[in-house]
């Protein structure tokens, strides 16, 4: 399903944070946020998945508003996960990942055996299987992390909307982590901070700064050195990966702005 931001603004306390954002996620395409600290990559989520209403734009999910849709509609189109991964009571994780079907179900509907299959597969997906009856409070923050994500899995949304999924994660299961996201058929917009992650990931990146969209594109046309200089005030180098041929981006330790 084709996601849309279609100039998307919030001002709040008279500050702009998000500018006439528009931005187009394909049906199954992997798009990237990324900018520096406080450039409205998460404002524009929260927008998406409802935690935040746009004081101005459209978000169009298919050919519909969202802003029309029942929330059980858009809940069960939308599965998002946040950057915080906050779990304030020590739910066991079968549990939490169990709480991605609520808005399939009824009340106080019990999960079926569809539905406990899914959450055995998406626990499996997300190398946690072993953790399935620890409580999540006892869990380090990568683990967590991947609690969260395979509650939005279980979930079975259209869209998926991450913001820095890669948090607290090690090298391993970031690595299996977008290659899943790859792999998903989904329509994912993700948070990224790391570029070279982003690059290796994403269809498309776009780039915010001061809440704007500076530029938007395949990673090898948006991820130049001036963009990153300009942007992100770090000198780099972008050579090609020489096993897919990608930009990666060489960072000049002390070349900083």
């Keep these: ?21 528009s931005l187009k996620v394909l049906t199954g395409q992997v798009v990237g946020l990324v900018g520096p600290n406080g450039s409205g990559k998460s404002t524009a989520l ?10 101005s734009g459209t978000i169009w999910v298919g050919d519909r508003d969202l802003a029309r849709l029942p929330l059980r509609h858009s809940a069960r189109t939308i599965a998002a996960t946040t950057q ?3 779990v304030d009571f020590d739910f066991t994780v079968e ?3 169990a709480l991605g079907r609520a808005p399939h179900l009824r009340g106080n509907q019990a999960l079926g055996a569809r539905e406990r299959a899914l ?4 626990m499996e997906r997300l190398d946690i299987g072993h953790l399935a009856h620890r409580g ?3 869990l380090s923050g990568g683990e967590r992390q991947r609690v969260l994500l395979a509650r939005a899995l279980v979930q079975e949304p259209d869209i998926l909307i991450l913001d820095e999924p890669t948090n607290h994660l090690d090298v391993r299961h970031q690595v299996e982590l977008l290659a899943l996201l790859r792999a998903s058929g989904l329509t994912v917009l993700v948070v990224l901070h790391d570029l070279n992650l982003a690059a290796a990931a994403c269809d498309r990146i776009g780039v915010l ?11 090898e046309d948006v991820l130049t050195a001036e963009l990153v200089a300009d942007v992100f ?8 990966h020489p096993l897919t041929g990608g930009p990666q981006l060489l960072y000049s330790i002390g070349s900083s702005r």
């Excluded at 929260?46 to 004081?55: N, Q």
């Excluded at 959450?119 to 998406?122: D, E, F, P, T, W």
């Excluded at 005030?233 to 090609?240: E, H, L």
């Design 136 to 138: 999540v409070l006892t």
């Design 233 to 240: 005030g770090v000198t780099a180098s972008v050579v090609p």
């Design 119 to 122: 959450c055995v597969s998406a």
């Design 95 to 97: 549990e939490v990942v």
């Design 84 to 86: 915080d991964g906050a």
């Design 209 to 219: 700064a001061r809440g704007s969209l500076v530029a938007s594109g395949p990673p």
């Design 46 to 55: 929260r927008c998406v998945y409802r935690a935040l209403r746009p004081s």
């Design 1 to 21: 399903m084709e996601l849309k931001l279609d100039g998307l603004c919030v001002v709040t306390d008279g500050r702009s944070l998000v500018r006439d954002l």
